[in-house]
T-cell receptor, first 116, second 113 residues
Framework: KAGVTQTPRYLIKTRGQQVTLSCSPI?????VSWYQQTPGQGLQFLFE???????NKGNFPGRFSGRQFSNSRSEMNVSTLELGDSALYLC???????????????FGPGTRLTVL | DQQVKQNSPSLSVQEGRISILNCDYT??????FLWYKKYPAEGPTFLIS?????DKNEDGRFTVFLNKSAKHLSLHIVPSQPGDSAVYFC????????????FGTGTSLTVIP
């Protein structure tokens, strides 16, 4: 079974631009979560999508948004990029056997975003 | 507010010995815990999980212990191998919050041959 895939792997943008990152979950997985990893901060939860609905949201500004499609693929968008948005953005998928319970998350390789 | 803490940024262990990685948490609502291993330029790889109804879970060389009263969990790797050298993250999720996981800042493990 193929793992979680993320595209693109690397991206360079300038301040003020916007960016869209894509994530394809493991086949059959219905939940997709996004995380931001920066040095010293570890992984910070951005949001989770389940059945095309945002189920949870972390403490990030509204410039960060996402969506999920009917095939469970997800996109994340960051508008008006700032230098501090430079990070590794990780996507994780979960099977979600139950409604509100937590499941093991499987991560993709990440997208390295550099904002100049 | 760091709800999951890994207070040791790094750990060095001789090959064949036991590696013990520690993790503390503050939220008593956390009921599901995961450990991940991460190599540079790769996403985290799932290692082992434990739910709050257990105090121990084993998978091969990896064992996770959970002490709910102390809000502490630990990952034991026995025996340690050079290929185990990586950054290890613990993560926790609270009851009823789906897959919103809080991660520690990681411990870099070096296994010396």
């Amino acid at each position: 079974k193929a793992g979680v895939t993320q595209t693109p792997r690397y991206l360079i943008k300038t301040r003020g631009q916007q960016v869209t990152l894509s994530c394809s979950p493991i086949s059959g997985h219905r939940s997709v979560s996004w995380y931001q990893q920066t040095p010293g901060q570890g992984l910070q939860f951005l949001f989770e999508y389940f059945s095309e609905t945002q189920r949870n949201k972390g403490n990030f500004p509204g410039r960060f948004s996402g969506r999920q499609f009917s095939n469970s693929r997800s996109e994340m968008n960051v508008s008006t990029l700032e230098l501090g948005d430079s990070a590794l953005y990780l996507c994780a998928s979960s099977l979600v056997a139950s409604g509100s319970g937590a499941d093991t998350q499987y991560f993709g390789p990440g997208t390295r975003l550099t904002v100049l | 507010d760091q709800q999951v803490k890994q207070n040791s940024p790094s750990l060095s262990v001789q090959e064949g010995r036991i590696s013990i990685l520690n993790c503390d948490y503050t939220n008593s609502m956390f009921d599901y815990f995961l450990w991940y291993k991460k190599y540079p330029a790769e996403g985290p790889t799932f290692l082992i999980s434990i739910s709050s109804i257990k105090d121990k879970n084993e998978d091969g060389r990896f064992t996770v212990f959970l002490n709910k009263s102390a809000k502490h969990l630990s990952l034991h790797i026995v025996p340690s191998q050079p290929g185990d050298s990586a950054v290890y993250f613990c993560a926790a999720s609270a009851r009823g919050t789906g897959n919103q996981f809080y991660f520690g800042t990681g411990t870099s493990l070096t296994v010396i041959p």
